[in-house]
């Protein structure tokens, strides 16, 4: 069984670029859910997609957009970087919405803006 | 609306020592409760769930957690402590309240610092 993996696993950038963050599901998950976890926080969440549509976004300005593939893979593009960007993005997948299904994470994207 | 305080941000306990970390929900329907442990430099891995079965919930690496319901909370546990138990516990409640998906809500997490 092949976890969630995401890419790259740091990256910096300089405040107004743009940046795509990328997140293979584990194998057989549907769903897929973006968080930003900012130092000594808790994860916060962005968006959710399931089968390739938005199924429910947290409180983020349109700059933070997404992406679901058929194959259940996923993009995170954040536009127009601030320095509050600055943060770990975590990728989880699960197998349903709608129900308990506990999240699988990834490892992270650290993401630095300077 | 749901939402989850976690009281304490660091923990200190010696090893061998009980181990408990609070968790108080808050949550207009019946919640679903997870404990997810954090160790360094990783994403989050589950610890335990609770689904309205058994209020006492029991996890992995000898953790539990009890749902009483009239004290919202979901406090953790583990009777004793090992250096190895040192990360950070983010507690977190999904009630289907956020537009009918079960999508959690995470505490601010609690730093587990064990002692030799």
């Known amino acids: 069984e092949t976890g969630v993996t995401q890419s790259p696993t740091h990256l910096i950038k300089t405040r107004g670029q743009q940046v795509t963050l990328r997140c293979s599901s584990q194998?057989?998950?549907?769903?897929v859910s973006w968080y930003q976890q900012a130092l000594g926080q808790g994860p916060q969440f962005i968006f959710q997609?399931?089968?390739?549509?938005?199924?429910g976004r947290g409180n983020f300005p349109p700059r933070f957009s997404g992406l679901q593939f058929p194959n259940y893979s996923s993009e995170l593009n954040v536009n127009a970087l601030e320095l509050d960007d600055s943060a770990l993005y975590l990728c989880?997948?699960?197998?349903?919405?709608?129900?308990?299904?506990?999240?699988?994470f990834g490892n992270g994207t650290r993401l630095t803006v300077t | 609306a749901q939402s989850v305080t976690q009281l304490g941000s660091h923990v200190s306990v010696s090893e061998g020592a009980l181990v408990l970390l609070r968790c108080n929900y808050s949550?207009?329907?019946?919640?679903?409760l997870f404990w997810y442990v954090q160790y360094p430099n990783q994403g989050l891995q589950l610890l335990l769930k609770?689904?309205?079965?058994?209020?006492l919930v029991k996890g992995i690496n000898g953790f539990e957690a009890e749902f009483k319901k009239s004290e919202t909370s979901f406090h953790l546990t583990k009777p004793s402590a090992h250096m190895s138990d040192a990360a950070e516990y983010f507690c977190?409640?999904?009630?289907?309240?956020?537009?009918?998906?079960?999508?959690?809500?995470f505490g601010r997490g609690t730093s587990l610092i064990v002692h030799p």
């Open positions: 997609y399931y089968r390739e549509e938005e199924n």
């Open positions: 949550s207009s329907v019946p919640p679903y």
């Open positions: 194998s057989g998950h549907n769903t």
């Open positions: 977190a409640v999904s009630d289907g309240s956020g537009g009918g998906s079960y999508i959690p809500t």
């Open positions: 609770y689904t309205s079965a058994a209020t």
């Open positions: 989880a997948s699960s197998y349903l919405t709608g129900d308990n299904s506990p999240l699988h």
